[in-house]
């Protein structure tokens, strides 16, 4: 996996533990999971490398399970909190 990949997976994580409607993030096992995913959606593509989009096309189902909210936050969807993080991450030229 290219280091520009790696570190937009590392940019993603790092947002969901910043967020401050998140109490707990996507943790490491759950970033490796998010590059293991990555790498089977770019096989399945008939790829052997990974591109920016193959890790946008997984991260909700992948992640957002993972958050835990804030208290105050409980009734926010995870998966639509996650698709907003993930906006904001800028994409790496390929």
């Given at each position: 996996?290219?280091?520009?990949?790696?570190?937009?997976i590392?940019?993603i994580?790092?947002?969901?533990?910043?967020h401050?409607?998140?109490?707990?993030?996507?943790?490491t096992?759950?970033?490796?999971?998010?590059?293991?995913?990555a790498?089977s959606?770019?096989y399945?593509?008939?790829r052997?490398?990974?591109?920016p989009?193959d890790?946008?096309?997984?991260?909700v189902?992948?992640?957002?399970?993972r958050?835990?909210?804030?208290?105050?936050?409980?009734?926010?969807?995870?998966?639509?909190?996650?698709?907003?993080i993930?906006?904001?991450?800028?994409v790496?030229?390929?």
């Amino acid at each position: 996996m290219a280091d520009n990949i790696v570190g937009y997976i590392f940019a993603i994580i790092a947002a969901t533990r910043d967020h401050p409607l998140v109490l707990s993030g996507i943790s490491t096992r759950g970033g490796i999971n998010l590059a293991d995913a990555a790498r089977s959606v770019a096989y399945l593509e008939g790829r052997n490398f990974v591109i920016p989009e193959d890790v946008k096309e997984i991260v909700v189902a992948v992640g957002s399970h993972r958050l835990i909210t804030k208290e105050e936050s409980q009734s926010l969807d995870k998966e639509e909190l996650l698709r907003s993080i993930v906006k904001k991450i800028p994409v790496p030229l390929s």
